[in-house]
């Protein structure tokens, strides 16, 4: 059966269900600032950006200038709430157990945060050495730039075209597809909403699945059909 070179997972709302409490976090923390929003809104509006980001889009429409404060903020409290209550997706380790090929985490978070969140959920023993966090690569171009995926890619030689990511946001496909790479769309966390997998599909996700348990299976196939 013909196996990728590599199988990139996304870590923030595709291992773990980690998404939603940063979303909560940072709604709470820019509603303050003085643009009101919920921590389901800005899941939908914004998954798979970097705070800093987050923030710059809601500037360019609301004309609210945030202080630049508020990132370390944030960052600190996500970081607190994250340590306390973060879990692993279920289905997720033994999802990426199945994976024969190289694997990899691709991940706009900071190492930092990705390493801690991996020990506690019980993932890190899976990524060792091959966690990637873009705002840790050569350009420090965050997704949807393509620019961490391909660091993955050549750092670990595989051809990207070769490679599948597993992505559960727009901006992340977008960067995966700009690889030039094969994406699932992943819609089981917690800040999944109605429409999501529609969205993920017209991103460019080949297919997307709900539950970890699909996986294999969908690899398998995709695989296959690539021969």
């Known amino acids: 059966m013909p196996q990728p070179d590599l199988v990139i997972f996304d870590f923030d709302g595709v291992l773990v269900d980690s998404e939603i409490i940063a979303a909560r976090v940072e709604a709470e923390m820019i509603t303050q600032a003085g ?40 960052e600190a409290m996500v970081d607190q709430r994250l340590r306390a209550d973060v879990r692993a997706i279920e289905g997720a380790r033994e999802a990426v157990a199945s994976v024969t090929a190289n694997r990899c985490i691709c991940s706009n978070s900071r190492a930092e945060r990705i390493g801690f969140m991996a020990e506690k959920t019980g993932l890190a023993p899976f990524f060792a050495g091959r966690i990637y966090s873009s705002l840790e690569t050569p350009t420090r171009n965050p997704k949807p730039a393509p620019d961490v995926f391909l660091h993955a890619a050549a750092t670990l030689g595989a051809n990207p075209r070769n490679s599948f990511v597993v992505e559960d946001s727009v901006h992340g496909i977008a960067g995966a597809k700009a690889a030039g790479m094969r994406v699932i769309g992943f819609t089981g966390a917690s800040h999944s909403y109605p429409g999501h997998a529609d969205a993920l599909t017209e991103a460019g996700a080949e297919t997307v699945i709900r539950r970890w348990a699909d996986f294999p299976g969908v690899l398998a196939a995709l695989s296959e059909w690539s021969a």
């Open 35 to 74: 643009y009101e929003i919920t921590g389901a809104e800005l899941s939908e509006r914004y998954a798979g950006l970097t705070f800093k980001d987050i923030m710059l889009k809601i500037e360019e429409v609301a004309a609210i200038p945030f202080q630049a404060s508020l990132i370390d903020q944030a």
